[in-house]
């Protein structure tokens, strides 16, 4: 089956300009140190801030490809958008507002000063299938139409294709469901799961974590350090023809901090994502997946995601690439999300090339996975439930990193493991539901 249609609209090369009478203090310094800021909204889709850079007047033009906002749209998007803009009888319309001052508010009252506005007409019909660029370069803004006088603004605004694969579970990750591959109105299976739960450690399973809590064995009896921790989770993904092609497996159990009964940030559950090796019944680590329960008003699932080097180290160790971290609304629910188009979504942008993938078609042996530096844009995104709520996660896998069965379904495997996180970070004062909890517990 073919990927389904996305079109990526990228906002990069922001500077801004300010020209002024006076002559700067010395040579390549500016003599404004105000802060600079933008929203941009792309029609009623979610606002994103980015700071701007300001820069002085003879300077050369920013780098077109450092990207400062993003949107991701689906092709149903892209046709409500292209309908709305015929009915108005005018194009949708990507708008940016600058602001001097710091960010945020106070009171109610926004901290910024708007500068100017700058909108850029957009025509996305034919996006999907080839780049297309609406503005490139800089433009006036403000009060003052003298490009003299007044800020000038740069930016480079373009669309392109950005072909994704979705996986939908057929039910939630810890009742063993099918996954199904969706392409427009076709659902197709492709994957099943098979969710166990085990007392014993699955060192057969996997290589054993440094980190699991060695202390534990100090504190009560064997039944009721049961009812203090969360281990031995275990989701094996198959092909149709029930063979194993990925795996999660809980390898450091999630326990309360000392006196509360939330896992804590500086005392994570993790879990391994596994891939098959190359001899037969033989694992190999892919990822390891960390999740907390974060400490706010709005108390959240913390995941942290990194990848591992062929020999099992994480490559976070060596050179400090951490693919992502971010919070999910414990009540609300939302998506876990790997996208290195921006400098926010983790620790480094990425922008080495990636090799060519085979046809979507095509599933046979790839070199995976690919290197830390291959990984760029958009990879992956799940989307996750709130707690006690009915979670059939919606996997999204950019196509540039599914050239084999396997590719997918370390996604799929990692998709679970978050989902199953929600359960695992629950208040240890609540019962979870009985699919997760040991066989001679359940009463």
Partial sequence: MDPCPFVKVLVGGLALRIPVASKPTRAGVHPSGIPCFCEIKLDKLCVQKAVVPLVSVDSLDPDKQIVA??????????????????????????EVAIYTGRQGSTCGVSLG??????????????????????????????????????????????????????????????????????????RQPIFSCKFSRDRVSRSRHLQSDQSNRSWLSSFGSSRERDRKERKGW???????????????????????????????????????????????????????LEAWRERSSNEGLGCRFELMAEGGGLVGMNNGILLAESVISSQKGGKFLIDMTTSRSGTSSVNSPVSSPHSSGDFTYSQWPYPASAYRGFV?????????????????????????????????????????SMDACQLFSRKLRKELCQQDMIS
């Fill in 69 to 94: 906002a993003s949107f991701h749209l689906e092709q149903a998007e892209v046709v409500k958008l292209s309908k709305r803009s015929f009915l108005r009888g005018s194009k949708s319309r990507l």
């Fill in 113 to 186: 000063k708007m500068l100017g506005k700058f909108s850029v007409p957009l025509e996305l019909g034919g996006c999907h299938e080839k780049m297309m660029v609406f503005h490139s370069g800089w433009v006036s803004i403000g009060k003052s139409g003298d490009s003299k006088l007044g800020p000038q603004l740069h930016l480079h605004v373009r669309a392109e294709p950005d072909p994704r694969f979705v996986f939908h579970f057929d039910g939630e990750p810890e009742c063993s469901p099918q996954v199904f591959q969706i392409q427009g109105n076709i």
């Fill in 234 to 288: 275990l989701i094996m993904i198959h092909d149709l023809s029930g063979s194993p092609v990925a795996a999660a497996s809980m390898i450091t159990p999630f326990v309360p901090s000392f006196g509360t009964d939330k896992v804590s940030r500086s005392n994570p559950g993790a879990w391994l994502i596994l891939r098959p090796g190359n001899t037969e019944g033989s694992w190999r680590p892919w990822g390891r």
């Fill in 380 to 420: 992956m995104s799940s989307t996750v439930q709130g707690e006690y709520q009915c979670s059939r996660p919606v996997v999204q896998i950019a196509r540039r990193y599914v050239t084999c069965m396997q590719d997918a379904a370390v996604f799929v495997a990692l998709a679970a493991a978050v989902d199953l």
